[in-house]
T-cell receptor, first 111, second 118 residues
Framework: DAKTTQPNSMESNEEEPVHLPCNHS???????IHWYRQLPSQGPEYVIH???SNVNNRMASLAIAEDRKSSTLILHRATLRDAAVYYC????????????FGTGTRLTVIP | GAVVSQHPSWVICKSGTSVKIECRSL??????MFWYRQFPKQSLMLMAT?????????EQGVEKDKFLINHASLTLSTLTVTSAHPEDSSFYIC??????????????FGQGTRLTVV
């Protein structure tokens, strides 16, 4: 499975935008880019996913590089509730969700 | 609200005993569910794929006789940790996704079960 590389940790001030990077230089043409986040002592929750085009939803935006070798999750206004570990995952199989999690980025939001 | 529910949320058991964890999809039928394990300060590790009506598929290094998976209905998968030992203490998480939707749609995760073996 293609690997992703994320910074171990990032900090953001409350109510400021956050850009969480992810490198996936070995991504294949059929790999989707998924983002999940895990709050302390909870199961992960879906944030967003995309294939080639940038994506927006109520939680975040996903900016995908033209060559697809990197992507950035954008939280437009960080809140304390956004403090979590954010995982960038490549989904190889359609219709299945056996996700292989990397180490993720621990986001700390400073009040 | 939650669409995948696990029970129990936490459990403490004695070494050598077996523990069963349930994973239910609440508002959809899931032919496939997934079980993960997460040790403190580490990432989630996929353990196995639970297939309704057939045998589970285990990831390399996961003992199938120790981690018994039963997916007897379209809304329930169970993971039984047999002859538990302290090193099995971990956070166990299941997931499922809605069938028949767009390809590569979101996975729904349970809230996790924290197992402590004493």
């Amino acid at each position: 499975d293609a690997k992703t590389t994320q910074p171990n940790s990032m900090e953001s001030n409350e109510e400021e935008p956050v850009h969480l990077p992810c490198n996936h230089s070995t991504i294949s043409g059929t790999d989707y880019i998924h983002w999940y986040r895990q709050l302390p002592s909870q199961g992960p929750e879906y944030v967003i996913h995309g294939l080639t085009s940038n994506v927006n939803n109520r939680m975040a935006s996903l900016a995908i590089a033209e060559d697809r070798k990197s992507s950035t999750l954008i939280l437009h206004r960080a809140t304390l509730r956004d403090a979590a570990v954010y995982y960038c995952i490549l989904g190889r199989q359609t219709g299945a969700n056996n996700l292989f999690f990397g180490t993720g980025t621990r986001l700390t939001v400073i009040p | 609200g939650a669409v995948v529910s696990q029970h129990p949320s936490w459990v403490i058991c004695k070494s050598g005993t077996s523990v069963k964890i349930e994973c239910r999809s609440l508002d959809f039928q899931a032919t496939t569910m997934f079980w993960y394990r997460q040790f403190p300060k580490q990432s989630l590790m996929l353990m196995a794929t639970s297939n309704e009506g057939s045998k589970a598929t285990y990831e390399q290094g996961v003992e199938k006789d120790k981690f018994l998976i039963n997916h007897a209905s379209l809304t329930l998968s169970t993971l039984t940790v047999t002859s538990a030992h302290p090193e099995d203490s971990s956070f166990y998480i299941c997931s499922a996704s809605r069938p028949g939707g767009l390809m590569n749609t979101e996975a729904f995760f349970g809230q996790g079960t924290r197992l402590t073996v004493v």
